[in-house]
């Protein structure tokens, strides 16, 4: 038994949330090609999201972000991870829903706090309070994460197997995204 994948599964989430994890075991277990929306903007644009930030501003960021975004969505049906920021965007969150799916991998403040801690990657977490400024985030966002399409329980310890599951399983439940063959 296998997977017919007819619209893009696009994972929305905090940093840490494990969208970039979760979305590659997805795509394996789907058969479909795996694509990290910042990924194609840092190839794009041949610098890191810290570099584009600190260059051009979360701005001009984002204005990249939302046209790599669509152009995704207009290809072939694939699992699509997403920046934590990307979903705040009403017009990202539109051209998702009407062209693929949402998926809201929703993890616990300390879950993702005991995750990003200790990377400096995040240029949003460049701060004097991490923690504080992590906090706040959570807080501005999850109202907007809450408008996905379906959500799914970033569970600590749980594999990324049994989560791959057990998104697809609830990914399932609209055969007109993903449906079993």
Same mark, same amino acid.
């Given at each position: 038994?296998?997977?017919?994948?007819?619209?893009?599964?696009?994972?929305?989430?905090?940093?840490?949330?494990?969208?970039?994890?979760?979305?590659?075991?997805?795509?394996?277990?789907?058969?479909?090609?795996?694509?990290?929306?910042?990924?194609?903007?840092?190839?794009?644009?041949?610098?890191?999201?810290?570099?584009?930030f600190?260059?051009?501003?979360?701005?001009?960021?984002?204005?990249?972000?939302?046209?790599?975004?669509?152009?995704?969505?207009?290809?072939?049906?694939?699992v699509?991870?997403?920046?934590?920021?990307?979903?705040?965007?009403?017009?990202?969150?539109?051209?998702?829903?009407?062209?693929?799916?949402?998926?809201?991998?929703?993890?616990?403040?300390?879950?993702l706090?005991?995750? =990003?801690?200790?990377?400096?990657? /995040?240029? *949003?977490?460049?701060? #004097? &309070?991490?923690?504080?400024?992590?906090? !706040?985030?959570?807080?501005?966002?999850?109202?907007?994460?809450?408008?996905?399409d379906?959500? =799914?329980a970033?569970?600590?310890? /749980?594999? *990324?197997?049994?989560? #791959? &599951?057990?998104?697809?399983?609830?990914? !399932?439940?609209?055969?007109?995204?993903?449906?079993?063959?």
């Amino acid at each position: 038994m296998g997977w017919r994948l007819h619209k893009t599964i696009v994972m929305v989430g905090m940093m840490g949330a494990g969208k970039t994890a979760v979305g590659r075991t997805l795509a394996t277990l789907l058969g479909v090609p795996f694509v990290d929306s910042d990924e194609q903007i840092e190839e794009a644009a041949a610098m890191s999201i810290a570099e584009i930030f600190a260059r051009d501003g979360e701005a001009f960021f984002r204005a990249r972000e939302a046209e790599v975004i669509r152009r995704l969505l207009e290809g072939r049906p694939c699992v699509l991870s997403t920046g934590g920021g990307a979903f705040m965007s009403e017009r990202n969150r539109k051209v998702i829903s009407d062209r693929g799916v949402s998926v809201w991998l929703n993890a616990d403040l300390e879950t993702l706090w005991q995750r =990003v801690r200790h990377r400096d990657s /995040r240029p *949003l977490l460049k701060t #004097a &309070d991490p923690r504080g400024t992590l906090a !706040a985030l959570y807080e501005a966002r999850v109202p907007s994460y809450a408008l996905a399409d379906v959500e =799914v329980a970033s569970v600590p310890g /749980r594999s *990324l197997a049994d989560m #791959a &599951d057990f998104v697809a399983e609830k990914v !399932a439940e609209r055969p007109d995204v993903l449906e079993r063959t």
